[in-house]
């Protein structure tokens, strides 16, 4: 949808090597000794050796034992943004743009960034948690192998917006159903097979993606 014109009701935005430099489950697992594995594991599926939700959950069990509390002392010890985060969800909020920030990361990390950038609605993975203490995960516990969008979708049914109201932006191939659903996509430093997904590419800083949303909004 190059070149194309639209009033931008909602963005649905992908979080790690999206709105952070960093891949965040691997930086959650290095607390716990297992951001090796976490590492091999992305590598998996951006290959696409690994199908479905099943790296996700094999991620999030590695986190067993980490509090609430050890994520908001990792986070606030650096919290990765790139350049140009906050600007861009004060664009959103500025221009009454509802921001859903969908991932494949933990709801306890989540909240954290939802807190930090103002965003509206966060989807990700909800795992059983024992007090504060991340315990585990199944594959029952997603909507779908596609729950970034689909759950995302639930929310802008809610809302009554539209597909031809919706900008995605995200980085990898985990984003594919973003991509699809919606009217325009933008990639953010884009990792293998996802550029012929996308209508637009940015580099580097968020702000890059500022002059993007303002040519395609009417």
Not at 16 to 40: F, R
Not at 88 to 113: H, R, V
Not at 133 to 157: C, H, N, P, T, W
Not at 187 to 215: F, M, Q, W
Request: glycine letters at 8%; one cysteine or more.
């Amino acid at each position: 949808c190059y070149n194309c014109s639209m009033k931008i009701q909602a963005v649905i935005i992908d979080l790690d090597g999206t709105i952070t430099t960093h891949d965040m489950s691997v930086v959650l697992a290095k607390a716990v000794g297992k951001a090796k594995e976490t590492a091999q594991l992305n590598q998996l599926f951006w290959e696409g050796k690994l199908q479905g939700v099943a790296a996700l959950v094999q991620q999030v069990n590695f986190l067993k034992g980490l509090t609430r509390h050890d994520i908001r002392t990792i986070v606030a010890r650096n919290d990765y943004l790139r350049p140009g985060a906050k600007e861009l969800f004060e664009y959103f909020s500025k221009n009454n743009i509802i921001s859903i920030i969908s991932s494949g990361s933990t709801l306890p990390l989540l909240e954290l960034y939802k807190e930090k950038l103002g965003a509206d609605y966060i989807v990700g993975s909800n795992p059983k948690m024992v007090g504060d203490m991340i315990d585990s995960i199944s594959e029952e516990d997603y909507s779908g192998v596609d729950f970034k969008i689909r759950d995302a979708q639930a929310i802008l049914e809610n809302l009554d917006i539209s597909a031809g109201n919706v900008v995605a932006i995200g980085d990898s191939l985990s984003d594919k159903g973003m991509f699809a659903f919606a009217k325009v996509s933008i990639g953010v430093d884009v990792k293998p097979g996802v550029r012929e997904l996308i209508d637009y590419e940015v580099r580097g800083s968020l702000l890059n993606a500022l002059s993007i949303l303002d040519t395609i909004s009417h």
